[in-house]
Protein backbone atom coordinates (compact mmCIF):
# COMPACT_ATOMS: atom_id res chain seq x y z
CA UNK A 1 0.00 0.00 0.00
CA UNK A 2 0.97 3.65 -0.29
CA UNK A 3 0.82 6.22 2.46
CA UNK A 4 -0.20 9.71 1.14
CA UNK A 5 0.31 13.25 3.37
CA UNK A 6 -0.48 16.77 1.84
CA UNK A 7 1.28 19.99 2.55
CA UNK A 8 1.07 23.12 1.66
CA UNK A 9 -2.39 24.54 1.77
CA UNK A 10 -3.20 27.64 3.19
CA UNK A 11 -4.60 31.16 3.03
CA UNK A 12 -3.83 33.50 -0.21
CA UNK A 13 -5.74 36.29 -1.75
CA UNK A 14 -7.44 35.88 -5.04
CA UNK A 15 -4.71 36.36 -7.96
CA UNK A 16 -1.88 34.59 -5.94
CA UNK A 17 0.09 31.52 -5.89
CA UNK A 18 -0.03 28.14 -3.53
CA UNK A 19 2.26 24.91 -4.45
CA UNK A 20 1.27 21.81 -2.69
CA UNK A 21 2.87 18.69 -2.21
CA UNK A 22 2.46 14.93 -1.31
CA UNK A 23 4.67 12.76 0.04
CA UNK A 24 4.39 9.06 -0.76
CA UNK A 25 5.68 6.03 1.80
CA UNK A 26 6.99 3.02 -0.26
CA UNK A 27 9.62 2.25 -3.01
CA UNK A 28 7.01 1.98 -5.98
CA UNK A 29 5.99 5.10 -6.10
CA UNK A 30 6.54 5.32 -9.76
CA UNK A 31 4.17 2.72 -10.10
CA UNK A 32 1.38 4.43 -9.30
CA UNK A 33 -0.31 7.33 -11.46
CA UNK A 34 -1.37 10.64 -9.37
CA UNK A 35 -3.92 12.66 -9.09
CA UNK A 36 -5.15 15.42 -7.60
CA UNK A 37 -8.89 16.02 -6.46
CA UNK A 38 -11.10 18.95 -4.23
CA UNK A 39 -14.07 19.05 -2.26
CA UNK A 40 -15.39 22.22 -0.97
CA UNK A 41 -17.98 22.60 1.75
CA UNK A 42 -21.39 21.13 0.47
CA UNK A 43 -20.08 19.91 -2.72
CA UNK A 44 -18.35 16.09 -3.71
CA UNK A 45 -15.06 15.50 -4.45
CA UNK A 46 -14.02 16.52 -8.09
CA UNK A 47 -11.18 15.96 -10.16
CA UNK A 48 -8.15 18.82 -10.24
CA UNK A 49 -5.51 16.93 -12.19
CA UNK A 50 -3.28 14.06 -12.80
CA UNK A 51 0.03 12.56 -13.80
CA UNK A 52 1.11 9.54 -15.04
CA UNK A 53 4.02 7.14 -13.76
CA UNK A 54 6.48 8.72 -15.43
CA UNK A 55 5.44 12.20 -15.79
CA UNK A 56 5.00 12.20 -19.56
CA UNK A 57 1.53 12.66 -19.42
CA UNK A 58 -0.77 15.66 -17.67
CA UNK A 59 -4.36 15.95 -17.60
CA UNK A 60 -6.30 18.86 -15.65
CA UNK A 61 -9.82 19.76 -15.60
CA UNK A 62 -11.01 22.65 -17.70
CA UNK A 63 -10.79 25.08 -14.78
CA UNK A 64 -7.25 24.22 -13.57
CA UNK A 65 -5.83 24.77 -17.33
CA UNK A 66 -3.79 27.24 -17.52
CA UNK A 67 -3.33 28.05 -14.23
CA UNK A 68 -2.73 24.85 -12.12
CA UNK A 69 0.37 22.86 -12.83
CA UNK A 70 0.89 19.15 -11.93
CA UNK A 71 4.48 17.55 -11.67
CA UNK A 72 6.01 14.29 -9.76
CA UNK A 73 9.53 13.67 -8.54
CA UNK A 74 9.53 10.08 -8.40
CA UNK A 75 13.32 9.62 -6.58
CA UNK A 76 11.82 11.71 -3.75
CA UNK A 77 8.18 10.30 -3.89
CA UNK A 78 6.50 13.01 -3.94
CA UNK A 79 3.78 14.68 -6.33
CA UNK A 80 3.17 18.66 -6.74
CA UNK A 81 0.20 21.28 -7.55
CA UNK A 82 1.47 24.62 -8.78
CA UNK A 83 -1.61 26.56 -8.54
CA UNK A 84 -1.25 30.21 -10.04
CA UNK A 85 -3.83 32.84 -10.23
CA UNK A 86 -5.75 31.35 -7.55
CA UNK A 87 -9.80 32.22 -7.38
CA UNK A 88 -12.20 32.04 -4.50
CA UNK A 89 -13.55 29.56 -5.65
CA UNK A 90 -10.90 27.44 -5.75
CA UNK A 91 -11.53 27.58 -2.04
CA UNK A 92 -11.51 23.60 -0.70
CA UNK A 93 -9.88 20.51 0.68
CA UNK A 94 -7.21 19.40 -1.79
CA UNK A 95 -6.73 15.41 -1.67
CA UNK A 96 -3.54 13.77 -3.30
CA UNK A 97 -4.39 9.95 -4.17
CA UNK A 98 -3.06 7.29 -5.93
CA UNK A 99 -3.88 4.56 -8.30
CA UNK A 100 -2.56 1.31 -8.96
CA UNK A 101 -4.99 -0.26 -11.22
CA UNK A 102 -5.42 1.56 -14.08
CA UNK A 103 -8.78 3.30 -13.01
CA UNK A 104 -10.44 6.19 -14.54
CA UNK A 105 -8.37 8.54 -13.33
CA UNK A 106 -10.52 11.53 -13.73
CA UNK A 107 -12.91 10.27 -11.17
CA UNK A 108 -12.60 9.45 -7.27
CA UNK A 109 -13.59 6.24 -7.69
CA UNK A 110 -10.38 5.15 -9.80
CA UNK A 111 -7.74 5.87 -7.55
CA UNK A 112 -6.73 2.89 -4.40
CA UNK A 113 -5.07 5.18 -2.40
CA UNK A 114 -5.87 9.04 -0.23
CA UNK A 115 -4.16 11.61 1.44
CA UNK A 116 -5.73 13.24 4.11
CA UNK A 117 -6.14 16.43 2.95
CA UNK A 118 -4.86 20.13 2.56
CA UNK A 119 -7.04 23.18 3.12
CA UNK A 120 -6.92 26.00 0.85
CA UNK A 121 -8.92 28.91 0.67
CA UNK A 122 -8.50 31.98 -1.25
CA UNK A 123 -10.00 35.15 -0.16
CA UNK A 124 -11.43 37.64 -2.80
Known amino acids: QVQLVESGGGLVQAGGSLRLSCAAS????????MGWFRQAPGQERRFVAAISRLGDSRYYTDLAKGRFTISRDNAKNTVFLQMNSLKPEDTAVYYC?????????????????WGQGTQVTVSS
Open 26 to 33: GRRFSLYR
Open 97 to 113: AADEAGGNLYQARGYDY
